[in-house]
């Protein structure tokens, strides 16, 4: 029986007994109101670029040092909780968030700038292990399901910074990124209710073991070729990615000449796919199998990552829509897929995948504003629309017991 309220009574709770949608949804919501927070700076990056007199490859290591410093700390935060789990921890991760927010706000020169993107990525570095562990103790075994819905929040925060910025920031300044201090706040205050839920469960998750193929357990070695191949699936996907969230705003305001406004709308649209097609990736995998959502979502965009860079405005709009529900429907299960390779892991393998997501975003942010430094932003759409080819690695994927509900 599900408990229904944050505050539910103390009692541990075993994987499986019931979805508690109540701290599905909280934990969804804090997602939503941590990653909006977080996509204010790249959202607002041509008003940054204007402000301190910025190139490509400074915007992009902006992005390389806020998506690192999530990178680096995830994996160990995610092993360190797997261990010792910190219910009230995720206090701390917004409570960074909103510091680096407040400086960004302020910053009067770039090395501030780096600071702030710095406290942002340590935000997230803290957050996101612990919260898909969350996600995952109230799933009731709807594995998928629930890490949809924690990856929906998320998404929709994204999908929400370019039109708050388009609207809010933009007209108002730099310095209105601090307004958004008492969302952070809210979001600390129901993370500390979800962490009273979470305490006495903490410890409810499975103990370490092997997943089996007919029964035979996986050897070391069979799993670190999975997690290869998860790692460069995700590779293919978040330097993609990485291409629209950093610079598809100046992808079309270069080859259309839209205004900042006109383009922050159309990232909207964008992310709102991603947020859309996030949410169907989870329950699609617990019913038909995370391996083939995995197939269909990487390498089945790949005529669509190809065609972007020749279309029209119109059909720019029609295929970043198509490419962003598709693409998006991976992550989900490649996390779950990577919990059931390596059960009772969950925080490390979070860890791990959150971090490698914030990681290939910064690294490819950086590398894709040289790139359109020494070429053009129209030739990095064409060069990055093969990445999605990389998706034939998925049949080496092993086809492993999943547990379900």
Same mark, same amino acid.
């Given at each position: 029986m599900s408990d229904t309220t944050l505050t539910a009574a103390a009692r541990p709770a075993k994987e499986g007994a019931g979805t508690t949608y109540a701290i599905l949804l909280a934990i969804s919501a804090c997602h939503l109101m941590n990653d909006l927070l977080q996509s204010l700076l790249p959202a607002i990056y041509p008003m940054l670029k204007a402000n301190?007199? @910025?190139?490509?490859?400074?915007?992009?290591?902006?992005?390389?040092? &806020?998506?690192?410093?999530?990178? $680096?700390?995830?994996?160990?935060?995610?092993?360190?909780t797997d261990?010792?789990?910190? +219910?009230? #921890?995720?206090?701390?991760?917004?409570?960074?968030?909103? /510091?680096?927010?407040?400086? $960004?706000?302020?910053?009067? #020169?770039?090395?501030?700038?780096?600071?702030?993107?710095?406290?942002?990525? /340590?935000?997230s570095? $803290? &957050?996101? +292990?612990? /919260?898909?562990?969350?996600?995952? @103790?109230? #799933?009731?075994?709807?594995?998928?399901?629930a890490q949809s819905l924690f990856q929906v929040g998320g998404n929709a925060g994204s999908a929400l910074g370019p039109l708050v910025a388009a609207f809010i920031v933009l007209p108002n300044g730099q310095s209105s990124v601090a307004w958004f201090a008492a969302l952070a706040l809210l979001?600390? #205050?129901?993370?500390?209710?979800?962490?009273?839920w979470y305490g006495p469960r903490r410890l409810a998750a499975a103990a370490p073991t092997r997943a089996s193929i007919g029964g035979v357990a996986l050897g070391n070695a069979r799993i670190a070729g999975a997690m290869v191949v998860l790692i460069t699936l995700m590779f293919s996907k978040f330097i993609y990615m990485s291409s629209f969230q950093s610079y598809y705003t100046f992808f079309l305001m270069d080859r259309f000449g839209l205004s900042i406004g006109e383009a922050q709308v159309r990232l909207f649209v964008f992310l709102g796919a991603v947020a859309v097609g996030t949410i169907a990736g989870g329950p699609i995998g617990d019913r038909i199998g995370r391996k083939y959502v995995i197939w269909g979502s990487i390498?089945?965009?790949?005529?669509?990552t190809l065609a972007l860079p020749y279309a029209s405005l119109f059909w720019t709009g029609v295929l970043s829509v198509l490419i962003g529900l598709i693409l998006s429907s991976a992550f989900s299960a490649i996390v779950v897929y990577g919990q059931e390779l390596m059960p009772g892991r969950v925080g490390t393998v979070a860890g791990l995948f959150f971090g490698v997501a914030f990681g290939l975003g910064g690294i490819g942010a950086a590398v894709i504003g040289q790139i359109a430094d020494a070429t053009s932003i129209q030739y990095v759409y064409r060069l990055c629309g093969w990445l999605p080819l990389l998706g034939v690695l998925t049949v080496f994927l092993p086809s492993i017991r999943e547990r379900r509900a």
């Open positions: 301190f007199a @910025l190139d490509f490859a400074q915007v992009g290591l902006v992005t390389l040092t &806020f998506q690192g410093t999530g990178s $680096i700390l995830q994996p160990f935060v995610g092993l360190y261990k010792y789990p910190k +219910p009230y #921890s995720l206090v701390v991760g917004m409570g960074l968030t909103l /510091s680096g927010l407040v400086l $960004i706000s302020q910053a009067w #020169s770039y090395p501030v700038l780096l600071l702030g993107a710095a406290l942002l990525g /340590s935000g570095s $803290i &957050f996101h +292990p612990e /919260s898909s562990r969350v996600a995952r @103790l109230a #799933s009731g075994g709807q594995h998928g399901l979001g600390m #205050s129901v993370l500390w209710r979800v962490g009273t390498l089945g965009v790949l005529p669509f």
